[in-house]
């Protein structure tokens, strides 16, 4: 179950983040009035082809922090038509900068002739 702290004080932050660092995600945001929100939830596991891992976590907008393996069937479904529709949209970004670092290379090509009166120029 996600846990949360706010503190004034930087060094009482460090030194509560200290205390429970094992075992625990942790995250800290700075607040708008500089005080420190320090936010964690137990790292909990889980087995896959018989080999035990620490779940991931997820950290919703409003900061919440949960175990991947507690998400809720709708918000897990959300989470992967994001992670889906970034994914595209990457591809896009990538492809586009293929197809311009192609167009730049193809501009920047020397020709055969030139090449080749280039060599002979250097060879003599």
């Known amino acids: 179950m996600h846990q949360t702290k ?14 429970i660092r094992t075992g625990n995600v942790i995250d800290v945001v700075t607040k708008a009035d500089g005080t420190f929100c320090v936010n964690w939830v137990a790292i909990k596991k889980y087995v896959a082809d018989g080999v035990e891992y620490d779940d991931e976590v997820w950290t919703t907008q409003d900061g919440r922090m949960i175990n991947c393996q507690d998400l809720e069937l ?44 280039l060599a002979e120029r250097v060879l003599h």
């Open 6 to 19: 706010d503190f004034i004080d930087p060094q009482q932050a460090i030194e509560f983040i200290q205390s």
């Open 74 to 117: 709708e918000h897990a479904k959300n989470i992967i038509r994001m992670t889906l529709r970034n994914e595209r949209k990457y591809r896009e970004q990538d492809q586009a900068l293929a197809e311009a670092l192609q167009t730049a290379v193809k501009a920047l090509s020397v020709t055969d002739d030139l090449t080749d009166d």
